[in-house]
């Protein structure tokens, strides 16, 4: 397994914004947009909810991005991920878009920083690890919800669900990570989008498409 090497929160911000310049157009618009009027916050904090995401603000029609570092290089992939959302959301006004497609720009540009970023191909082989990971944990997640989904009644309790999700973990070969049966409840798609945690799959195939092509003629 490719360990993450060390990463400031300069240098987090630099490999997104060097990678938007390189790019050019509106994802560097984007990028000067984000850095003149602050419209992001990727301190490491013990403070913070630990999580991270983008939000478009309807009130001040902008994007922002929210990140609690982990003050590695998975934090540059991390902003760039939410950089992807904070792309869709400023060319579209924060038009939404289907399930299905909806991580299709955030892993998508993942997989282009690797090409326009100084140090992307450094990166390349922790992406790759981090995208079989990805096909593993989100078919694990989908199976859980649906599982619980079809409990009724009586059997739709915490205990059952606890157990259901330890299981699912067993069966997908990912209780080596020691995670607690409950783990769900730090997954918020499960209770404020249902059946969202699939798109994560589908996108990525999509977005894996454009990182071949990029591979094979820039």
Same mark, same amino acid.
């Given at each position: 397994?490719?360990? =993450?090497? =060390?990463?400031?929160?300069?240098?987090? $911000?630099? @490999?997104?914004?060097?990678?938007?310049?390189? &790019?050019?157009?509106?994802?560097?618009?984007?990028?000067? &947009?984000?850095?003149?009027?602050?419209? @992001?916050?990727?301190? =490491?904090?013990?403070?913070?909810?630990?999580?991270?995401?983008?939000? /478009? +603000?309807?009130?001040?029609?902008?994007? !922002?991005? !929210?990140?609690?570092?982990?003050?590695?290089?998975?934090?540059?992939?991390?902003?760039?991920?939410?950089?992807?959302?904070?792309?869709?959301? /400023?060319?579209?006004?924060? /038009?939404?878009?289907?399930?299905?497609?909806?991580?299709?720009?955030?892993?998508?540009?993942?997989? $282009?920083?690797?090409?326009?970023?100084?140090?992307?191909?450094? $990166?390349?082989? @922790?992406? &790759?690890?981090?995208?079989?990971? $990805?096909?593993?944990?989100?078919?694990?997640?989908?199976?859980?919800?649906?599982?619980? @989904?079809?409990?009724?009644?009586?059997?739709?309790?915490?205990?059952?669900?606890?157990?259901?999700?330890?299981?699912? &973990?067993?069966?997908?070969? +990912?209780?080596?990570?020691?995670?607690?049966?409950?783990? /769900?409840?730090? %997954?918020?798609?499960?209770?404020?989008? =249902?059946?969202?945690?699939?798109?994560?799959? %589908?996108?990525?195939?999509?977005?894996?498409?454009?990182?071949? +092509?990029?591979?094979?003629?820039?």
């Amino acid at each position: 397994m490719p360990r =993450p090497s =060390p990463s400031t929160e300069k240098q987090t $911000l630099s @490999y997104v914004t060097g990678m938007a310049k390189n &790019m050019g157009g509106v994802i560097r618009e984007a990028a000067s &947009m984000m850095t003149d009027y602050d419209l @992001y916050d990727i301190t =490491p904090s013990q403070n913070k909810y630990n999580a991270s995401f983008e939000i /478009y +603000l309807y009130s001040y029609q902008l994007p !922002f991005i !929210f990140i609690n570092g982990q003050g590695n290089s998975d934090d540059k992939l991390t902003l760039t991920h939410e950089f992807g959302h904070f792309c869709q959301d /400023y060319a579209s006004y924060g /038009y939404g878009l289907s399930i299905d497609v909806a991580e299709f720009f955030s892993q998508g540009l993942e997989y $282009l920083s690797l090409f326009y970023a100084e140090d992307g191909a450094a $990166l390349e082989k @922790y992406k &790759m690890y981090e995208s079989l990971c $990805l096909y593993v944990e989100q078919a694990a997640y989908a199976s859980f919800e649906h599982q619980v @989904y079809d409990l009724k009644g009586d059997q739709l309790t915490r205990e059952n669900v606890d157990a259901l999700f330890a299981k699912v &973990m067993s069966d997908f070969g +990912l209780d080596y990570y020691g995670t607690s049966s409950n783990a /769900y409840v730090q %997954i918020p798609h499960f209770f404020i989008s =249902p059946m969202y945690v699939i798109s994560y799959v %589908i996108s990525n195939d999509a977005a894996m498409q454009i990182y071949q +092509l990029e591979k094979a003629e820039s």
